[in-house]
């Protein structure tokens, strides 16, 4: 694979297609990998599954229910804003009520040898030749994330976490006791001058950290999304200290920009920025696009690492639901790659509207009380309330935005949540973040921004009439 540096390096364009003379150099992960994950072994039934599938064969391996036993004739999908309607067939009422047991996908969608996400994800970020990478199917990007870090850390390890982050993985990382560097972020995404920083002044007697956690598109809780040319750095910081991606991608499709000046995925950009490609973990979600109770998630990176998180599933929650699994690759399959596309177009453009109702909302009610910066995606907005630093008369909290909300969010009829909350090291700040997906109306956004100033001005000691609700 020709390797492409600097300048030149493919703009904004769609990746290319794969060519025959791909020869892909794949990074070799192995010594990478966390203490505990080479204690895990596959169920000692899995090594005889294939054997199922010989022609003839009776099978006696597996516990599996007769499905004679289940209540259910039939299942339906009807779609919104038309007349479709979409009937399981038999085999996918079948697939859809039994177990998998096959943690990457129900088998039944690997007929056409690949996944339909793998094809998706071929023509979307074109990661690389055939077989030098693959999907896996998980309980959600978050159940993926929780077991790509068992992977490569262990409790207690270094890792190098995007500031403010995601609260939800800071949950599980807190509680193993990880060493949380954090490397911040601003108005371009994560910073990689923050990442070298670090890095190159780590102490020799330290273990260093083996990966990087970030929220490239639309992060949660900032919205703001990270430039092309900051991803090809901290890939190229990637390959030079000897570290993993994992990029958590939830809000991927809920972006506001331009699709022509969109920044490529580091999943996408990885073979060209570094001539080889097996460092990143990209995990995307169906959450805010098809259904967050279906649980769908979906990993997608080099073979040896789906196997060892394919691993964990089959050891832990067996695999992600067949239901969801076959409702959701029934509906894939009628809309095909375009129309998927198209429903993701328009869940964007959705959303972009009620950023600009509620931006536009804070600009009539929080100037001067307030700061916040429009998200580039996502359905967060970034407030950095203006808090006095001894909480005025009020006994607020000193630029504490956990306090003011603790203290007054009641009075004030509005709550959001404190930026603490994202904070790895737990500092107190100003800021708070509000979500704007559930709010209906101008009207509501409107109000929602009126009670936000209200909280401020009672932290700040001000006198206000008829506060809140
Ligand atoms: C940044 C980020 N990653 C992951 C998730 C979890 O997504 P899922 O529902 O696919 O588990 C969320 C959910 O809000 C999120 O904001």
Redesign the pocket.
Known sequence: MAIVTGPQLNGNRKPRAPTKDDSQAVFDSSALLSERIRKWQPPAISSLLPLEAVPGMISLIVGKPNPDCFPFSGLSIALKGTNEKIDLNEAELHDAFQYALLPGGVPGLRKARMLWFEEFQAKMHNPGPTGTWGCAIGS????L?HKAFQVFTDPGDPILIETPA?S??LGFLIADSHNLVEVCSDAEGLNPAEVERSLATWPSDKPRPRVLYT?PTGS?PTGRSCTQARKIEILRLAKKYNFIIFE?D??YFLDFTDPATKARSYLSLESEANGETGRVLRFD???KIVS?GM?I?VLTTSPPILQKVNMITANTNLQAPSTSQVLLFALLRHWGHAGFLAHTAQTAAFYRRKRDVFVAAAARHLTGKATWEVPAAGMFLWIRLRLLPAGGGGGGGQEDSFEAVRKFAVAAGVVAVPGVGFMPGGARGCHIRASFSLVGTEEEADEACRRIAVLVDLANGVVVEGAGC
């Open positions: 959600g990007s978050q159940d994330l995601y939800g993985t929220v949660n958590d939830a809000y979600s169906l959450s967050a649980r998630g």
